[in-house]
């Protein structure tokens, strides 16, 4: 599976951006599609993912509220709606797909087997 993130950016504290993840490949290598982030010294960090077979959704406890995973129906694009953005946010956002997580995983970087590259968002105050 290859996977191409994009839509980063630069964004007012309280600003919002959209940021879109392409999917090819092998369709059966990526019914979880999820987002992580890494901010400069500090390790990965889940933040949203979506599962085609039911649709669900899992958020991390900071962007609960402010961002939505959300599926292009017909397409292989997952996107990151962001809203209310808070310069603690700022990151390089990675997307990554997975096979088969039980919910309990889907916020585990570990459990993903294919990565797209970095795509970099910079919220100022």
């Known amino acids: 599976v290859q996977l191409q993130a994009f839509g980063g950016g630069l964004v007012q504290a309280g600003g919002s951006l959209r940021l879109s993840c392409a999917a090819s490949?092998?369709?059966?290598?990526?019914?979880?599609m999820g987002w992580f982030r890494q901010a400069p010294g500090k390790e990965r960090e889940f933040v949203a993912a979506y599962r085609w077979g039911d649709r669900s959704t899992r958020y991390a406890d900071s962007v609960r509220d402010r961002f939505t995973i959300s599926r292009e129906n017909g397409a292989n694009t997952v996107y990151l709606q962001m809203n209310g953005l808070k310069p603690e946010d700022t990151a390089v956002y990675y997307c990554?797909?997975?096979?088969?997580?039980?919910?309990?995983?889907?916020?585990?970087?570990?459990?993903?087997?294919?990565w797209g590259q970095g795509t970099r968002v910079t919220v100022s105050s």
């Open positions: 990554a797909a997975a096979t088969g997580l039980i919910t309990g995983r889907m916020s585990q970087a570990e459990a993903y087997t294919s």
């Open positions: 490949g092998r369709s059966s290598c990526r019914n979880v």
